[in-house]
């Protein structure tokens, strides 16, 4: 491997795990109904584990509910149940058409378990950054090694793979300060 491919590797996996941080954080209920909080959950229809997007249309008329329209009428008490079994804390509500699902409001208590969650989290994906970085410095090191790229090109690379690590930390930072407000607002 070249110089400018181990970088462009170790920026990928990176990006990567900056975005696997987002869709975590984007499963965690803050308070205000959100569609993507039903993204983890997986309801048995006709025997496959199928998510609740690909069975049903997830709208949210106002800040406090969700409302499930499953395409298939019979799948209704399947995706009640598989709601019931998850650990949403919400009891949804179906009339028999539609599954209604009352967001309520987070105690403080529940706010700071859920921001102890994203801190897991992002740090979670800190190790994946960290481990890039490791993998990078180990290719570039195998490339001087193999006289792919000169020492000073290994000091360089180096030196780029830090600042590409502490770029992408920073982002990791900032996700969660943003994500821990939005748990904490009231």
């Not at 994203?118 to 410095?137: H, L, P, Q, T």
Request: glycine share 6%; proline share 3%.
């Amino acid at each position: 491997m070249d110089y400018d491919e181990i970088l462009m590797t170790a920026e990928e996996r990176m990006e990567n795990a900056l975005e696997a941080l987002g869709n975590a954080f984007a499963s965690v209920r803050t308070g205000r109904a959100n569609a993507r909080v039903l993204d983890r959950i997986k309801v048995d229809y006709y025997g496959a584990m199928t998510p609740i997007n690909q069975l049903a249309g997830v709208k949210t008329p106002d800040a406090r509910l969700l409302v499930i329209e499953p395409w298939d009428k019979s799948a209704l008490k399947s995706i009640e149940k598989a709601i019931m079994e998850s650990d949403l804390g919400v009891t949804p509500s179906n009339d028999g058409a539609v599954i209604r699902l009352p967001v309520p409001e987070l105690t403080e208590e529940r706010r700071r378990e859920l921001a102890k969650q994203c801190k897991g989290y992002a740090e979670d994906a800190r190790v994946s950054i960290r481990n890039a970085r490791r993998d990078a410095n180990t290719a570039l090191g195998k490339a001087e090694k193999a006289g792919d790229i000169t020492e000073d090109d290994l000091r360089g690379g180096e030196a780029d793979v830090q600042k590409l690590t502490d770029k992408y930390i920073a982002k990791v930072d900032d996700a969660f300060k943003a994500k821990e407000a939005e748990l904490m607002e009231v």
